[in-house]
């Protein structure tokens, strides 16, 4: 038997999200929609894709109580951290991108 071997080249792979206000920013509880895109040379075949996000907030500041007396303070918050593995990719692909809406 002979087996082809097709060198697969991803050409563009970009994570866009949709803005929900015009400073194109987010706080708890809002719900974030965006697309995984994929772009590739050739025809590969894709049987999933595993997508990891974390979304972090840390802070930290200085308040003046007098005369030397600083205090720092710092937070951090977890807004979320999820992962999904995506299988309803097409089964074949050839030089288009493929987007997958999560």
């Known amino acids: 038997p002979t087996f082809c071997h097709l060198k ?3 050409t563009r792979f970009s994570i866009e999200y949709d803005a ?3 400073k194109n920013t987010f706080t ?3 719900i974030i929609n965006g697309r995984i895109i994929v772009e590739v040379s050739g025809e590969t ?3 999933s894709l595993i997508f990891r996000g974390q979304g ?3 802070v930290c ?3 003046n109580y007098g005369e030397g ?3 720092h303070y710092w937070a951090t918050e977890t807004y979320y951290d999820i992962k999904q593995h995506e299988t309803s990719v097409h089964d074949s692909v050839r030089g288009v991108s493929v987007e997958l809406i999560l």
């Open 20 to 22: 929900i206000n015009s």
């Open 56 to 58: 972090r907030a840390k």
């Open 8 to 10: 697969m080249t991803i």
């Open 69 to 71: 007396d600083y205090r």
């Open 28 to 30: 708890n509880g809002d």
């Open 61 to 63: 500041w200085t308040e």
């Open 45 to 47: 075949k894709i049987q």
